[in-house]
């Protein structure tokens, strides 16, 4: 069954700390994997798109990471700001002849001053 | 920000009320989407149109039903809901090239209460 497991659901973190996010997928054919930041009251903003054959990819300060062989990705939060409290949606693509989109529930970040 | 648009913003509806939620897209896309959202659950994709056509319908109750006029608007036409239809429903749009696979430019969503 193609799932995309998130973890951990929640998180607080205090401003200027790191955090990572890890989103494990069970999704087979695999096409590629994305990060998408939810503001509260907002529609979700792609961060990132990572295909089979990338390790890592950034975007200011934030980096993905994927595992191809073991079948998961993070998201790295660098400094983190307070305008990064959002959740973070990672969905992965399938492609079999016939595209498929696999999401995940999110990890809601909090970050305090 | 303003790419793709929703309307209303907040929706009350009860169970018996017809309402209809719109989405406009300015970004020059042939693919929208209807997705919902509800607390600590996945997105669910309800209605794929391309080029104003519905390639895709996961299996979303006739209570719900689409309507695609253009490229750049999408409707959902909403009639006896029931409670549990309360949530977010989000309006995406992306180029239609790749499909689903495209990158998607969400709007704000409406947030829907089914009294």
């Known amino acids: 069954k193609n799932q995309v497991e998130q973890s951990p659901q929640s998180l607080i973190i205090l401003e200027g700390k790191n955090c990572t996010l890890q989103?494990?997928?069970?999704?087979?054919?695999?096409?590629?994997l994305r990060w998408y930041k939810q503001d509260t009251g907002r529609g979700p903003v792609s961060l990132t798109i990572?295909?089979?054959?990338?390790n890592t990819k950034s975007n200011g300060r934030y980096t993905a990471t994927l595992d191809a062989d073991t079948k998961q990705s993070s998201l790295h939060i660098t400094a983190s700001q307070l305008s990064d409290s959002a959740s973070y949606i990672c969905v992965v693509i399938s492609s079999g002849g016939y595209n498929k989109l696999i999401f995940g529930a999110g990890t809601r970040l909090a970050v305090h001053p | 920000e303003t790419g793709v648009t929703q309307t209303p913003r907040h929706l009350v509806m009860g169970m018996t009320n017809k309402k209809s939620l719109k989405c406009e897209q300015h970004l020059g896309h042939n693919a929208m989407y209807w997705y919902k959202q509800s607390a600590k659950k996945p997105l669910e994709l309800m209605f794929v149109y391309n080029f104003k056509e519905q390639t895709e319908n996961n299996s979303v109750p006739s209570r719900f039903s689409p309507e695609c006029p253009n490229s750049s608007h999408l409707f959902l036409h909403l009639h006896t809901l029931q409670p549990e239809d309360s949530a977010l429903y989000l309006c995406?749009?992306?180029?239609?090239?790749?499909?689903?696979?495209?990158?998607?430019?969400f709007g704000p969503g409406t947030r829907l209460t089914v009294l």
């Open positions: 989103c494990n997928y069970t999704v087979s054919p695999f096409s590629n």
């Open positions: 990572m295909t089979f054959s990338e």
């Open positions: 995406a749009s992306s180029p239609g090239l790749a499909g689903i696979a495209d990158t998607q430019y």
